[in-house]
T-cell receptor, first 115, second 114 residues
């Protein structure tokens, strides 16, 4: 069955420090992979996506993610975290089976940023 | 275009009552999705439309749930005979079919069943 695992429920980093959020997936075919961010009171916002090609993808707000097929991972990184990055981050995979567009989300990682 | 809008933002209802939520997608988007999110979980897919056609419903979706998109624009999600387990955030998203997975989400409707 298709699934997404985000092993870290909550991460705290200092402002200016680097960040890596982990995501592992289980999928029967070449996946489409996404990272979304959800700030309090805001809708989910797409940070970046991977469909094919270069395995290192750049997104908005200075985020990047690397697809590693051998590890079934799609980890999100940022070299220097800002206080405004505090939010919940969701990894997602899709589409699957015969459907065209619905996503399977992980449970999310909540990021806190220390001043 | 101001993005995906959902109404109401909050709804408190008594168990057994029916509730209806509305979603207005981004105007040029032909796909519309409904998700449900409970505390500590990621969004869970419920159903989606392409234009006015409902193309898929989650197997987890109870028969008490029904969704419509009558003219291929806005959509409504109705829950009949609400139960406490229906308490959740209901999220709507829209996208272009040519850009699969690149969904734009609304802020959601938080339902509390008491």
């Amino acid at each position: 069955a298709q699934s997404v695992t985000q092993p870290d429920i909550h991460i705290t980093v200092s402002e200016g420090a680097s960040l890596e959020l982990r995501c592992n997936y289980s999928y029967g075919a070449t996946p489409y992979l996404f990272w979304y961010v959800q700030s309090p009171g805001q809708g989910l916002q797409l940070l970046l996506k991977y469909f094919s090609g270069d395995t290192l993808v750049q997104g908005i707000k200075g985020f990047e993610a690397e697809f590693k097929r051998s590890q079934s991972s799609f980890n999100l990184r940022k070299p220097s975290v800002h206080w405004s990055d505090a939010a919940e981050y969701f990894c997602a995979v899709g589409p699957y089976g015969g459907s065209q567009g619905n996503l399977i989300f992980g449970k999310g990682t909540k990021l806190s940023v220390k001043p | 275009d101001t993005g995906v809008s959902q109404d109401p933002r909050h709804k408190i209802t008594k168990r057994g009552q029916n509730v209806t939520f509305r979603c207005d997608p981004i105007s040029e988007h032909n796909r519309l999705y409904w998700y449900r999110q409970t505390l500590g979980q990621g969004p869970e897919f419920l159903t989606y439309f392409q234009n006015e056609a409902q193309l898929e419903k989650s197997r987890l979706l109870s028969d008490r749930f029904s969704a419509e998109r009558p003219k291929g624009s806005f959509s409504t999600l109705e829950i009949q005979r609400t139960e406490q387990g229906d308490s959740a955030m209901y999220l709507c998203a829209s996208s272009l079919s040519s850009r699969l997975g690149e969904a734009f989400f609304g802020q959601g409707t938080r339902l509390t069943v008491v």
